[in-house]
C-alpha cells in the first residue's frame, strides 16, 4: 500500500517536471535554434507583400510548402481555394479643395481594400464629417451626392487596442454601404490606429448585398485631425478622390498544410496556423508572416526535439484572411466533409510581438484546464489566459465543437503597423518571435499530452 | 449595530472600488493627455546625449528644473554633487592586421566609459580571446604583452534579459583591471546584447584599485563572432587599437528635485526618480531619458488630477548613474544627513517599453502588501510584483531602511539598445511610455494612500 500512496503522489508530481523540463526544453530551442527569424526575413524581403490573387501570394505558397516539406513534416500538400483578386491600381489621389483660395493639399491616402475605384474621372464633391455609423443614419439624405468623411476614433483608454480597433472598425467595414444607401458619392475613413502619424491603414470593406457601391480611401490619422479642423473653419470644402482599384473576379489559390502524423491517435487533429496572405502596401511582417513562420516552427521545434506529438499536427498557412477569409472557410468545409475530428485550433494573427497570453473559446471545463497550466508559462512572462477569443481563420471550425485559442502578443504596438507600409521585416524583433513560437509549441505539446 | 456593521463591511468595498476608480483616472489621463512623449522627444532631439559633466547634462539639468516648476510642483532646487568628466575624443579605431597578407579589418568599435586612451600612438598586439575572467586567471602571465578579447556571452536562453547582462557584463565592468594585472596591454570586450549585429555597446568599466590601468574598448557581436572565427583560423592575429579617451577630473553637477509638499505627513518622503545622464553615443532615450520624462508625469498628473499626496513627493532627476552613481549616493548621503524620513522610493531604469511590474527590496510584509495590490494593476497588463531588486539610484538609500522599487518593463528589447547610438527618441513608444508613467503615478499614489 505504500508504494502505491508514494506511486500516486508520484504521478502528478513527476508529470508537472516533465512538462516544466520539456517547456524549457522548448523555449530554450528556439531562443538558440530558431529558423522563424531568418524565414521571416525571405518571406518580406525576397516575396514581399502577398495579396490574394498575386503572383507573390503564388510564391509565399510554394515557398512554405518547401520549407514544410524541407523540415522532415511527414506530408505537405496545398488545399485549393478561390479567391478574389482585387487590384490596387496607380497611386490614388485624396485632394482638398479651398473654394475660396482654390489651393489644394493632398491627403496621405489609400484605397480600402475589395473597393470600387472612381476611375481616371474621379468624384469631386463636398465632404461632410461624421464619428460613426449611427451619424450617418440620423444625417440621411443629408448625404446624397456628398463624400462622408468617417472620424471615429480607437479609444486611447482601452487597454486592449483590439477592442478599440473592434468598435471603430465598423466604419471602415461597412461605412461605404451605409453612407452609399443614402446616395453618397464616396467615402474616406480615418485609419484605425491610436497613434497620429501620416501613415494611411487599408484594410478591407464589405459592400452589403443590394446597396448602391460606393469607393472608398483610408487617410492617416493626421490627416483626418487637419481635415477635420479645415472642415470646421470653411464650408462646402470640396475634396477630388481618384482611385483606380478594382476587383477582377476569383482565381485560384491555395492553403498550405503540412503535417507531422500523430503516433496514437492519428485521426485525430491539432492545428496551428496563420494567414499567408497580407495588404500590398508593407511585407506583410507582423499581419501575418510573423504568425506564419512561428507556427511553422511549432511543428519543427517538436520535429527536432523529438516530441512528434499523440495526434496529428496540421500547420497551416490560411489564405486570404485579409479580404475575403477563404482560406479559413475552405479548411472548415473540407474538415467537415470528411468528418475529422479535430480537437483544438490555435492561430497566431495578432502580430509577433513579445507573447504574454492566449485568448480562447470553449467549454468551461475546457477554458479551465487551460487556465491551470498558467504556472507552467509565467517563467516565460505569458501570464494571461481569460480572455474569449479566437483568429478569424480558425473561427469556421467553431460549429465543429473545436477548442479555439488564439495566441495573445502584447498589443500595444500592433496597430503602430497593421495594413500599413510600415509593417515591414525590421519592426518584428527576432527575440519576441522566437517567444512567440516556443510559446505556441509549448501550449500545442500541453494540449497533445493532456488532452482537453 | 447594523449601521455599523454594514460601514465596517463597506469601508473597505468602497476603499477597493474608490482605488480602482482613482488608478483608472491616472491610465485615462496619461493616455490621453500625457507629455512625457514631447518631454522626451525635447530632452533627446533638442538636447541630445547627456554625459556627466558635458555642456547637454548642464542643459538637461536646466531643462527639468525649468519643466517642474511649470507644471506647478512645491519646490524644485538642484543639489549640487560633483561628477567625474569622461572625455572620448576622437573616433576609436580598433584595426585586425592580418600577419600573413598585411590585409586589414576595422572592427566596430567604441570606448568603454571611464578608461584611459590608448593615446594617439596606439597599442599593437597579439590578441587572445577568453570567454570569462576566470580563464584570465587560469592564464595568468601568458597574457602579458597581449590584448585580451573578452567573448563572453550574454546567455539567450535567460527571458529576463538583465540577468543574462548582470552574468556577462562582470567582463567589461572589471577585465581590464584583470588582464592588466597580467601584464595585458588592452582590452577588447564583447558587446552586451544578445542581438547579433554592428552596434558597439559602451559603458563603464571600474578600474581595482592598485592595478595597471589599460585601455578597453567594446566591439560589436557581429564582429566579435567574426573575430572568433579569424582568431582560430590565424596564429598570433594582431590588432592595432587606438582611443582617446580620458577622465578629465571633477566637475560639478546636479541632482534635479521637484517637490510636491504632503498635506498630512510633509516631513515623510516617497521619491520617484530616474536618471538624467547617458551615454554619449546614441539619445539616452530609454537609457534613462524616458525613465526621467515618466517620473515627472507622475508628480504631473497626481497634480492635475487633484491627487495631491499625504506625504511628501520627491521626483529626482539623479546625475551621473552611468559612470560613478555620484548622484545617488549625494542624495542618500544628504537625506541621512537631514535625518530625513523616507517611506519609499521608486526609480525607473530598465527602458521605456510596456510595464509589466515592479521588482522590489524591503520587510517581507512590504513586499506581500505591494503584491496584494497586483489586482489592481492586472487590467493595465502589468502582472509582475515578485522579483527581488531596486535601482541602482536609489539602492544607497538601503541602509536608512525605505522601501525600493524599479519598475519592471518588458526586458526583451532593451540591449537591442542599450548604451549605443540606436537608443534614440524614435525606438521609444508613446503609448508604452505613457503607460509607464501610469503604472508608476498608480503605485505611488497606493502607496501614499495606503502605507506600507
Redesign the interface.
Known sequence: MRTLLLALFLVPLTLTAQHEATIKQI??YQ??QSEAYENLRYLCKQIGPRLSGSPQAAAAVEYTRQLMASYGFDTVYLQPVMVPKWVRGQQEIARVINSQTHGTWELSTTALGNSIGTGPDGVLAEVVEVSSIEEVNRLGKKLEGKIVFYNGKMD??K?NTFSAYGSAVVQRAYGASEAGKFGAKAVIVRSMT??IDDIPHTGSLVYKPLMPRIPAVAISTQDADALSKQIAAQKELKIYMETHCKMEGEVLSYNVIGEITGTETPDEYLVVGGHLDSWDLGEGAHDDGGGCMMSIEVGRTLLNLGLRPKRTLRVVMFMNEENGLRGGEKYAEMAKAKGEKHLAALESDSGSF?P?GFSSMGTDKQRKKIQSWAPYFR???V??FENIGSGADISPLEDQVVFLMEMEP?P??YF?YHHTAADVFEVV????LE?GAATMAAMIYLIDQEGL
Open positions: 523555449y530554450d531562443l538558440t486611447p483608454t487597454i491610436n497613434r513579445g504574454m517563467p516565460y512572462h501570464w494571461s502584447n500595444q504596438k503602430n524583433d527576432k527575440r519576441e517567444l
